[in-house]
Structures are given as structure tokens and as C-alpha cells.
């Protein structure tokens, strides 16, 4: 999965594997490359406690409020920010600024009318 941090478009598979969304931010387990999860399926499963957190919340850079001030996490979920030469994911604390920034001009969350279809 090749990212083009210059462009507006999303890789291929770049897709939330529960409900199929394209084009919006997504968020991957902390310790592996997927499944990635859009805002609304990963809020559906919950936090660290199990406990579903409104999606809602997520404002326009993909950050929530948390007991510890904003945050871009989703419980055990960090923003999935594909690297340009295709190998995987950026860790968490290694983002370049260009992919920081590729992945807050992307929509937190579909839109209401989102069927999974393209």
C-alpha cells in the first residue's frame, strides 16, 4: 500500500475491513498493520475498557477527548498512515510531518449516507 502524501487520494486498500469505507481516516492496531478500522467501526468496539466511545467526538484532525486531554488514539487503535515506498505503517512516534498532515486533510468519518458502496 503506496501513500502519496502530495495527493488527496487514498491507496486501493486503503478500507475499513468492517464496514468497506474509503477516502476517511483510519485507524490500525497498535502492534500490527490491520485490520483498519474507520472512526465509526473502531468506536463501536470500545476503548481499553470495553466501553463504546461516541464517534462523534472525533473532531476534523481525528482527535477525541480522552481522560488524559485530545487525543488521535481509539482505544488500543493508532491512525493508520501508510508510508510512500509501500512497505507498511509509520509507528506511532515516527510519522513525517507530510504523512501528519496527508492524513488530517482526510474525512474523520463517513458521511450519514455512507452504504458501503462506491
Given at each position: 500500500?503506496?501513500?502519496?502524501?502530495?495527493?488527496?487520494?487514498?491507496?486501493?486498500?486503503?478500507?475499513?475491513?468492517?464496514?468497506?469505507?474509503?477516502?476517511?481516516k483510519l485507524w490500525?492496531?497498535?502492534h500490527d498493520d490491520?485490520?483498519?478500522?474507520?472512526?465509526?467501526?473502531?468506536?463501536?468496539?470500545?476503548?481499553?475498557?470495553?466501553?463504546?466511545?461516541?464517534?462523534?467526538?472525533?473532531?476534523?484532525?481525528?482527535?477525541?477527548?480522552?481522560?488524559?486531554?485530545?487525543?488521535?488514539?481509539?482505544?488500543?487503535?493508532?491512525?493508520?498512515?501508510?508510508?510512500?515506498?509501500?512497505?507498511?505503517?509509520?509507528?506511532?512516534?515516527?510519522?513525517?510531518?507530510?504523512?501528519?498532515?496527508?492524513?488530517?486533510?482526510?474525512?474523520?468519518?463517513?458521511?450519514?449516507?455512507?452504504?458501503?458502496?462506491?
Open positions: 500500500m503506496i501513500a502519496d502524501y502530495k495527493s488527496s487520494e487514498v491507496p486501493r486498500r486503503y478500507l475499513c475491513a468492517d464496514c468497506g469505507a474509503r477516502g476517511v490500525r492496531p497498535a490491520s485490520p483498519l478500522r474507520c472512526a465509526d467501526c473502531a468506536c463501536a468496539r470500545g476503548g481499553i475498557d470495553g466501553l463504546p466511545i461516541n464517534a462523534g467526538s472525533i473532531d476534523q484532525d481525528g482527535r477525541r477527548p480522552s481522560s488524559y486531554g485530545r487525543t488521535d488514539q481509539i482505544g488500543m487503535l493508532l491512525p493508520a498512515v501508510p508510508d510512500e515506498e509501500g512497505a507498511g505503517f509509520w509507528g506511532y512516534t515516527s510519522v513525517p510531518d507530510a504523512g501528519v498532515l496527508w492524513w488530517r486533510r482526510l474525512p474523520s468519518r463517513r458521511h450519514a449516507s455512507f452504504r458501503g458502496e462506491e
